[in-house]
């Protein structure tokens, strides 16, 4: 399974688009790559996937690098509620979801 | 449909104790996961199954046990507690891959 790198911590001001890179070089062609948050204690919540072509929903935009190496995770305008861990996940072909330590992202006003 | 489900919400145990968490799933998932989570650290997988009948071992499966008798559900066991095992506990289903997958609200559990 493909392991992810990101970066420990970043900030963003109320209302600017947070972006949260995402390193996964050794991913494989049928592997995806998932996104969740998990704010203070509670269970992780999904944010999007994708595979290839960028995504995008109502809660945030996906955009993959063409070679699939790294990704980015974009919330467009975001509140002081988006303060959250935030986790790139590649499910691989095991179907095992290893966590990486995630990217701690403060909003601030 | 309530999603995912877990049982119960809050332990405490004495070393040595013997307990089942329970995690129920309405949404026919085939692939279920157990996760503990640390303070300040990020979730890790203790042991998953992807069908009815089948289990395996994730990173950190010493000291637990599991069961998926149902597709519906799947228990984790812990049969001798220890302290090192206080944790917080999370659950989650998803289905084919690419398909959207949720997480359980945790289980508390502190051992003394």
């Known amino acids: 399974d493909a392991k992810t790198t990101q970066p420990p911590s970043m900030d963003c001001a109320e209302g600017r688009a947070a972006n949260l890179p995402c390193n996964h070089s050794?991913?494989?062609?049928?592997?995806?790559v998932y996104w969740y948050r998990q704010i203070h204690s509670q269970g992780p919540q999904y944010i999007i996937h994708?595979?290839?072509n960028n995504e995008t929903n109502e809660m945030a935009s996906l955009i993959i690098t063409e070679d699939r190496k790294s990704s980015t995770l974009i919330l467009p305008h975001a509140t002081l509620r988006d303060t959250a861990v935030y986790y790139c996940?590649?499910?691989?072909?095991?179907?095992?979801?290893?966590f990486g330590t995630g990217t701690r992202l403060q909003v601030f006003p | 449909n309530a999603g995912v489900t877990q049982t119960p919400k809050f332990r405490v145990l004495k070393t040595g104790q013997s307990m089942t968490l329970l995690c129920a799933q309405d949404m026919n998932h085939e692939y279920m996961y157990w996760y503990r989570q640390d303070p300040g650290m990020g979730l890790r997988l203790i042991h998953y199954?992807?069908?009815?009948?089948?289990?395996a071992k994730g990173e950190v499966p010493d000291g637990y046990n599991v069961s998926r008798l149902k597709k519906q559900n799947f228990l984790l066991g812990l049969e001798s507690a220890a302290p090192s095992q206080t944790s917080v506990y999370f659950c989650?289903?998803?289905?084919?891959?690419?398909?959207?997958?949720?997480f359980g609200p945790g289980t508390r559990l502190l051992v003394l």
């Open positions: 996940i590649v499910r691989g072909t095991t179907d095992k979801l290893i």
């Open positions: 989650a289903s998803l289905g084919l891959p690419g398909r959207t997958q949720y």
């Open positions: 994708g595979l290839k």
């Open positions: 050794t991913i494989s062609g049928n592997e995806y």
């Open positions: 199954s992807v069908g009815e009948g089948t289990t």
